[in-house]
């Protein structure tokens, strides 16, 4: 389709946004049990910790909402307009929670604004990860679409990498009293500058070649929720994308990225400091993975390598977590332990850009992408924290709260076992 340079102006103006969109969401689960003490009662630990996942995982749930209104707007009037105005929605509230008075200073009215917020973060990434993924795919070249957009599956650990690492620094660098007074702010209110930056970019943007021919041929979408509703095909592959895809790549993405760093600090015990770097070190590992499982889906397809890595989720899942407490004494053990999940979330993430765009017509792929990806991503992955956490909290031993992700992810490869097509060589202009 683009040259070269042109595609990487597209990749990096994309990815650049969609990474300061996770460094922000994914912020707040980094500072979860700091924000369990700063805006909730401290009288229950364990009440403020599943308060706050359950206000992280809030912001999850109303994705869906956010795929819906951004995703009609995308195949109406573009994808363009889509991606200003998410970043912009994203960038404001982020920096706005860096604001927030606590629960000691103005009582119930803290938690209530910091949950307000979070939806608004929630509206908006419902909007952006639809948007990128279509946007990217329909401007990479034919026959090696796996590779070239595996990249911008590369921003949601890198953002929470980024996130992670500088809080690392500033409770290195601060006491715990002067972080828990101000620290944690820092990395809401230097978001301001990413989001300048991001927003400069994204203005440069060109239209999609594809959704331009679809304007120009007059064939615009006037209702694409209501058409893929409609259209049994178009439906049965949302429902195989909620399913199976997006289900199981949310899934391995929060219980590897965000629960487990949370797991080692709350049920371990580590030192948060330590927990910190230890999960940044085995995210490294996720950047070329995610890269040669792109590659690799482009050479044997993308079937296969999405089922590999639904496989190993489901089996190593509880054996990870349950190594994780025994051998937490060992640094080298627990990075070699987290690589496991991390390797079936590549496995996953890297063909799964490319996936999601070739599943659906031009005319509505926006939104046929964007609805099922992020009510599987929303109800299902960014929940799983909670759920974990809750279930292992009810029932005193916190292994069992893995029983949620664990069984959703059979379910996930069952069904794609049965149901995922080959759609490596899917012409896009359809």
Known sequence: MDTQPRYRKVALAACFGTFLEWYDF?????????????????ENPVAGLLASLATFGIGMV????GAALFGSLGDRHGRRVVFIATIALMGVTTFAVGLLPTYAQVGIWAPLMLLTLRILQGLAMGGEI?????????????????L?????????PLGVMASTAQVVLLQGWLSAEDFLAWGWRVPFLVSALPLVISMKSRMALHESPIFAQLKANQR??????????????TLGRMALLFCCISAGGSLLFFCSQVYAPVFLKTVVDMDPAQAGCLAIVATLALFPLTLLAGGLSDRIG?????????????????????????FAASPALVVMLLMLPVLALALITGPQTATLAELFPARTRYSAVALPHNLAAGWIGGLSPF?????????GEPLLGLAYPTTLLLIA????????PETRNTALEQ
């Open 26 to 42: 994914l912020t707040f689960a980094s500072l979860a049990t700091y924000f369990a003490t700063l805006f909730f009662p401290s």
């Open 62 to 65: 109303v994705r869906p909402l």
């Open 130 to 146: 639809g948007g990128a993924t279509v946007y990217l795919t329909e401007h990479a070249p034919a026959g090696r679409r796996g």
């Open 148 to 156: 070239y957009t595996s990249v911008l599956q590369l921003m949601g």
């Open 220 to 233: 615009i979408a006037k209702t694409p929720l209501r058409e893929c509703f409609r259209d049994r095909h």
């Open 302 to 326: 993308r079937r296969p390598v999405l089922l590999a890595g639904l496989l190993l989720g489901t089996l190593a899942m509880v054996p990870v977590f349950w190594g994780l407490g025994q």
């Open 387 to 395: 759920m974990v956490t809750l279930i292992g909290s009810r029932s």
């Open 413 to 420: 490869s069952l069904v794609g076992l049965r149901f995922l």
